[in-house]
């Protein structure tokens, strides 16, 4: 069974970077499709970003130029580069995994614990 640890997040100024990482074990992340979700309190799940087998990747219009996200096969990892980040991309932040790429990332089969992002005006 694939399992995903969240690290990185943490309490920022707008402005502000962080970068998230996914450690995957169980199987080789080169074989899934992995993304990034987040959710809000009292919000529904949104897709960030994700990252499909070939390498290429999706990101949500609210943050497309700001969030990079990658894939280290080799150390079965997986990051989100937060550049610009703003209030409103205050959120537990979730790594996700699956072997179907077609649903959205809050979706896939495999999913971690999250890590919390905030970011203060």
């Known amino acids: 069974q694939m399992r995903l640890a969240e690290s990185g997040g943490g309490s920022v100024e707008a402005g502000g970077s962080l970068r998230l990482s996914c450690a995957a074990s169980?199987?080789?992340?080169?074989?899934?499709?992995m993304g990034w979700f987040r959710q809000a309190p009292g919000k529904e799940p949104e897709e960030v970003a994700s990252?499909?087998?070939?390498?290429?990747?999706s990101y949500a219009d609210s943050v497309k130029g700001r969030f990079t996200i990658s894939k280290d096969n080799a150390k079965n990892t997986l990051y989100l580069q937060m550049n610009s980040l703003k209030p409103e991309d205050t959120a537990m932040y979730y790594c996700a995994a699956d072997l179907e790429c077609w649903a959205p990332s809050y979706e896939y089969n495999y999913r971690g614990q999250g890590t919390q992002v905030t970011v203060s005006s």
């Open positions: 990252i499909d087998i070939d390498g290429s990747t």
């Open positions: 169980g199987y080789p992340s080169s074989r899934y499709c």
